[in-house]
């Protein structure tokens, strides 16, 4: 496994992969997990070459956020890189993504990077939706793996890709979770026990509104909301930051109860901030993700 850490390599390496290989990219920040392994494990059987980028991007981030604090190991993920087959860790310095002078963003109107998460962490989605375009232009993926447990991100991205026409096929895995149902996150990492099992709630929030979406189909979406709202409510611990539904594409939001929808919610448990949601499809299944005991 090659270890690249400048773009100048990362081109070097990239050029010397003929048009007819098929290179697969997973861009992740590191401290990885089985959510992450999801995406290796997928990239590495459906392309010739597999990258992956280890990169805690500053730009994502607020002052007040976690940057300095983000759990990183990453002699750890090299070692579960290399045994998953990947060819490529690019791992840049934010020194090498961000020289001096570096003034440029990708911009987008609307809710996509205003509202939800957008609304809780202004200038979040330019910091990744930048830091992807970068990765896509030095990279130059056949396809690039991301996973529905961000699935604004996911939305963004697809936005970006269609917008300025970018060679890229975009692969989204479902979300992969514990056993009791949190999801898989390197910030799970922040939790002490009694904060651990509390964090539970944002799933089990999450499953009450799929019910209630499933007997109230046509109906206001507040009722879900609300369902959500009071199932984070028994949880002392946690703290709301939102519980909504949105059209998973345009992340408006839905008039009446109908698929495709998308249930999302935040919550700081202790002291972690923690994101989940559930994707109903309009063929009446869901996409709410894999426990770790189904993979
Ligand atoms: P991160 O390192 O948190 O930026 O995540 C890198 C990629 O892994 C993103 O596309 C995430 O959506 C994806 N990812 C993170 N957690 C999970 C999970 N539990 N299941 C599936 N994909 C995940």
């Known amino acids: 496994m ?19 290989q098929r290179v697969g990219f997973v861009p992740t920040m590191g401290y990885l997990h089985e959510g ?7 990239g590495r059987g459906e392309n010739d070459v597999l990258v992956a980028s280890i990169f805690v991007n500053p730009a994502q981030f607020r002052p007040d956020e976690d940057f300095n604090l983000y759990p990183r190991n990453l002699s750890r993920d090299l070692q579960m890189l290399e045994a998953a087959g990947v060819d490529v860790v690019f791992t840049p ?3 090498e993504i961000y020289p001096p002078g570096f003034v440029s963003a990708v911009e987008m109107a609307g809710p996509l990077f205003e509202k939800v998460e957008g609304a809780h962490r202004p200038g979040h989605f330019r910091g990744v939706a930048t830091v992807v375009l970068k990765f896509f232009q030095i990279v130059q993926p ?7 447990k961000d699935a604004q991100q996911v939305a963004v991205i697809t936005r970006m890709v269609i917008d300025f026409n970018l060679a890229v096929k ?3 895995l479902p979300t992969i979770r514990e056993i009791d149902g949190l999801a898989m996150s390197s910030r799970n990492a922040y939790l002490d026990p009694e904060a651990r099992a509390s964090a539970t709630v944002l799933y089990r929030a999450l499953q009450e509104g799929r019910r209630v979406f499933d007997l109230h189909q046509g109906d206001d979406p507040r009722v879900v909301v609300q369902a959500m709202v009071n199932t984070i409510g028994t949880e002392p611990r946690a703290v709301l930051d939102y519980a909504t539904i949105q059209d998973p594409v345009s992340f408006q939001p839905l008039e009446v109860l109908r698929a495709p929808a998308l249930l999302l919610i935040a919550a700081q448990v202790g002291p972690a901030r923690l994101i989940d949601n ?17 993979c």
Do not use: C, K
């Open 2 to 20: 090659q270890i690249i850490t400048t773009i100048q390599e990362m081109r070097e390496a990239r050029r010397a992969w003929t048009s007819s």
């Open 36 to 42: 992450h392994l999801s995406l290796i494990q997928r």
């Open 93 to 95: 310095t934010p020194d």
């Open 142 to 148: 056949y396809q690039a793996y991301f996973g529905q």
């Open 170 to 172: 975009l692969r989204i």
């Open 278 to 294: 559930f994707l109903l499809h309009a063929d009446g299944s869901w996409n709410v993700g894999i426990l770790i005991s189904e």
